[in-house]
């Protein structure tokens, strides 16, 4: 017989202690909590090879994938990396400072920043990017083609409730 995973053996524990509760969940939410943190310890590793975070790859990729001249406004930034605004004025600070961003005034309105990515930056999240979608190939490379289709099948499914 296998061997119980840690959550099998934690679940184990709350039922027979908590007889009179269905821990079942466990099973799921409990593997996917693991999970999840060894997958960005996994994908930090990649970040941090290019002197990047989580949350620099997050910005400067969102301004790269906006196509040319590579630029967002600071509120569009902060949308599409749910980071409030005064959080993303830090790692802005920070991108600015290291010259893989600039930030001018917006000539719609004078209050708006437009952030833009510098050649600088542009160089970076390209080798950066380039890295990380390698790794993500050789973290799904860990589960079979058919299983990879199921389960971003059953995952697209189930965020789309919270969306």
């Known amino acids: 017989m296998r061997e119980m995973d840690r959550v099998a053996r934690i679940a ?3 039922a027979r202690e908590r ?3 269905d821990v079942a969940p466990q099973a799921v939410f409990g593997r996917l909590h693991r999970l999840a943190a060894r997958l960005t310890e996994e994908l930090s590793a990649v970040y941090r090879r290019h002197g990047l975070s ?3 790859f997050d910005v400067l990729a969102t301004l790269r994938r906006a196509g040319e001249p590579f630029e967002r406004s600071a509120g569009e930034l902060a949308d599409w990396t749910m980071v409030t605004t005064g959080g ?3 790692r802005l600070d920070r991108l600015e400072r290291d010259g893989l961003v600039t930030r001018r005034p917006s000539v719609q309105d004078g ?5 833009s ?4 930056g542009r160089e970076v999240i390209d080798a950066a990017f380039t890295d990380h ?3 993500e190939h050789r973290l799904l490379e860990l589960v079979g083609p058919r299983d990879r289709r199921a389960l971003e099948r059953i995952l697209r499914e189930w965020l789309a409730h919270f969306e």
């Open 12 to 14: 184990a524990e709350w």
């Open 19 to 21: 007889p009179d509760l």
């Open 54 to 56: 989580e949350a620099d």
């Open 88 to 90: 993303m004025s830090k």
């Open 111 to 115: 209050r708006a920043r437009v952030v």
């Open 117 to 120: 990515l510098t050649q600088r």
């Open 133 to 135: 979608i390698a790794n």
